[in-house]
Nanobody, 124 residues
Framework: QLQLVESGGGLVQPGGSLRLSCRVVGLALNLYTTGWFRQAPGKEREGVSCITRSGSSIAYADSVKGRFTISRDNAKNTVSLQMNSLKPEDTGVYYC?????????????????WGQGTQVTVSS
């Protein structure tokens, strides 16, 4: 049974850092492109970052470029999102998802399997 389990969320002050992890159970993550998405209250889910199965292609939303870094460890079946210089507008529930597509996409409709999400709150 496929499971995506996010962890690492929490409350952080503006300018702080968090590292999110997505552990995948039930499939070989090196066969799938993996993405991070977020959803703020009252807003639609938006793409944050994506990394292809080999790690050769990475995409970021403009709003997080230069601050967030996505990485993957296929041996551990895990994809991580390092978030630095966090802003209040980064607040939301963060989800990881996988797709069989072979290119990096930040469009949620390209992804079919999702985790339950982890809350990130940036506030002083």
């Amino acid at each position: 049974q496929l499971q995506l389990v996010e962890s690492g969320g929490g409350l952080v002050q503006p300018g702080g850092s968090l590292r999110l992890s997505c552990r995948v159970v039930g499939l070989a993550l090196n066969l799938y492109t993996t993405g991070w998405f977020r959803q703020a209250p009252g807003k639609e889910r938006e793409g944050v970052s994506c990394i292809t199965r080999s790690g050769s292609s990475i995409a970021y939303a403009d709003s997080v470029k230069g601050r967030f870094t996505i990485s993957r460890d296929n041996a551990k079946n895990t994809v991580s999102l390092q978030m630095n210089s966090l802003k209040p507008e980064d607040t939301g529930v963060y989800y990881c998802a996988v797709t069989a597509l072979h290119f990096a996409s930040t469009d949620p409709s390209d992804f079919g399997s999702w985790g339950q999400g982890t809350q990130v709150t940036v506030s002083s």
